[in-house]
């Protein structure tokens, strides 16, 4: 991944918040096939961390993945930004985003994996389930161990970029904050809420 100067997320645990949030990631294989699948990280699982998630076995991509190295993309908030809100002139449109890739080497996981990668997204996403098991039961769970496999990604290489806008002059940065809170759109919405969050791109 291209990252301009100043835009790299730093350090390493803040790389680990990202993928935390925004969770539902992309894997890519060699095969050129992708699959949209819901990963949780182990933050101290290796040296820059381990990812979890599951994958159906009917999906073609599964038989790509055992074995084999793969890139995740997490997606954070993005959205049009027009030249029109900035002082500097002239000008293109441009798209501000944020965004972390992974990559490592994936490997299936046996029954009892599996199993631990699914109770570990339910602990993540809603651990109140794992206690009230009328409704996640051990049975239904273990049922589905002939349609799903786990998969771990021991993290070889990770890095995120934050392109905020916020390298550019200050009024434009405060440009483009008037002309996203001037938008009636959600992307729109998510990328200002972002940054206001970590304060990035705010003209200060």
Do not use: C
């Amino acid at each position: 991944m291209y990252i301009f100067r100043n835009q790299a997320i730093e350090p390493l645990d803040r790389l680990h918040d990202f993928v935390d949030e925004f969770d539902f990631g992309i894997i890519f294989t060699e095969s050129l096939e992708a699959t949209h699948l819901p990963f949780f990280i182990k933050r101290h699982e290796g040296e820059l961390g381990t990812l979890y998630a599951h994958i159906s076995k009917a999906n073609p991509q599964s038989r790509a993945l055992d074995g084999k190295p793969v890139l995740i993309t997490f997606s954070g908030p993005h959205a049009y930004v027009s030249p029109s809100w900035l002082q500097t002139r002239p000008m293109v449109p441009t798209w501000n985003y944020a965004i972390v890739h992974a990559k490592g080497t994936a490997e299936f996981l046996d029954n009892a994996g599996t199993l631990a990668a699914i109770e570990g997204l339910i602990e993540k996403q809603e651990p109140a389930l794992l206690e009230e098991r009328d409704i996640v039961t051990d049975e239904f769970v273990g049922s589905v161990i002939d349609y799903i496999v786990g998969i771990r990604i021991k993290i070889a290489d990770i890095h995120g970029s934050l392109k905020l806008g916020q390298s550019d002059p200050v009024p434009d940065q405060l440009g483009v904050v008037q002309g996203l809170s001037a938008q009636d759109r959600a992307d729109a919405n998510q990328l200002l809420d972002y940054m206001q969050r970590i304060n990035v791109g705010m003209g200060r």
